[in-house]
């Protein structure tokens, strides 16, 4: 499915695959081979139609600081995307490019979940970050990727881009108004290697390409951010927000979800989250909980009550925990029990 209208006359087109739900591993112990990527990412990262090889970029402030001892000891090669005393200022909250080795056992952690026992080294409950394939190396992928940590808008004003934070990566590239000059600059480094990338958000991924695997050609001109660019990477921070608490939810409750379009809950949690801030209702636990009783619902709070009590709760000055408390005994209170229980 493509996201993005393109134009027959573009020699060069942006297209965005959805792949479906990928489920993170398991802990995997003992001397037998371990499986070190899911089965539905290894035709895009290793195998498949595709020449080259496979690369993350990543937040080193997931870790705490501890993502450079990781990468040290993994024997990958890596680097980071900052330099000079950006780097020496930032070094513990960079982020940085690793080649990914298919049997190396940081790739193997990279992939690996337990919802058990968060180990600080298995990254995807982080989202681990930006996923790629190419035939350039690891010096040209690194120049090409520092282009975009920080760009403009028509007016001079300077925006620090956290790229690989996919979620507003992947509104930004599925709503672009110029798809042929945004799949050209990310999608071709300046030595015209193709680049593949593969988004993970929120145990999802998306499979993003430049006019298929035949497109050449270096990119063209600056790469400026538009009005319209600027609200896509909003949006796409509140859809990403969605989707973590959706994801948190399906994990929890999977019998609610069974019957349920993915898709159109994600539309109703972006709602919901507008609405909350609009309350001054913001902090990750308190969105948690409003998204949570919607979805349950079915319908906005303020909709279902029709007393109009929920509506002064929410417009009260209490604080916001506060608000949510007392939210979910008026619904509780309705229902007689605990909603979801």
Same mark, same amino acid.
């Given at each position: ?171 930004? $590239?599925? @709503? +672009?108004? &110029?798809?042929?000059?945004?799949? !050209? #600059?990310? *999608? ?98 308190? $969105?948690? @909980? +409003?998204? &949570?009783?919607?979805?349950?619902? !079915? #319908?906005? *709070? ?40």
């Amino acid at each position: 499915m493509n996201f993005v209208p393109d134009r027959t006359d573009d020699p060069i087109k942006l297209h965005i695959q959805p792949l479906g739900r990928i489920d993170p591993l398991a802990p995997q112990f003992g001397p037998d081979a371990k499986q070190s990527v899911p089965e539905g990412l290894v035709p895009y990262l290793f195998e498949g139609d595709a020449e080259g090889a496979a690369y993350l970029v990543l937040d080193g402030a997931h870790l705490k600081g501890g993502l450079q001892e990781l990468l040290a000891n993994s024997g990958l090669a890596h680097a980071c995307l900052l330099s000079g005393k950006a780097q020496e200022e930032q070094s513990l909250t960079a982020p940085w490019i690793v080649r990914l080795e298919r049997e190396n056992r940081f790739t193997r952690d990279v992939f690996t979940h337990d919802p058990q026992k968060a180990a600080p080294w298995h990254l995807w409950r982080h989202a681990p970050g930006l996923l790629l394939r190419s035939p350039a190396d690891l010096d040209t992928l690194r120049r090409h990727f520092r282009k975009f940590l920080r760009i403009a808008d028509a007016e001079g004003k300077a925006y620090f881009l956290r790229f690989w934070e996919c979620g507003p990566l992947l509104e930004y $590239l599925r @709503r +672009a108004d &110029r798809p042929s000059e945004i799949a !050209r #600059m990310w *999608l071709r480094t300046a030595t015209g290697h193709p680049i593949e990338l593969i988004l993970p958000i929120s145990g999802y991924c998306y499979h993003c390409t430049a006019n298929g695997r035949e497109s050449t050609g270096a990119p063209r001109g600056t790469l400026q951010l538009s009005d319209h660019d600027v609200s896509a990477l909003y949006d796409g921070t509140l859809r990403a927000r969605a989707s973590r608490i959706l994801y948190r939810m399906e994990r929890f409750n999977p019998d609610v979800f069974a019957d349920l379009d993915r898709e159109a809950l994600i539309i109703q949690a972006i709602a919901t989250i507008k609405r909350m801030i609009g309350y001054r209702i913001t902090s990750g636990i308190e $969105l948690d @909980r +409003a998204v &949570r009783l919607e979805v349950l619902l !079915r #319908m906005p *709070l303020e909709a279902w009550d029709k007393s109009g009590r929920l509506l002064a709760i929410l417009g009260s000055d209490l604080r916001e925990s506060r608000k949510m408390d007392l939210v979910e005994a008026h619904v509780d209170e309705v229902f007689a029990e605990p909603i979801g229980a």
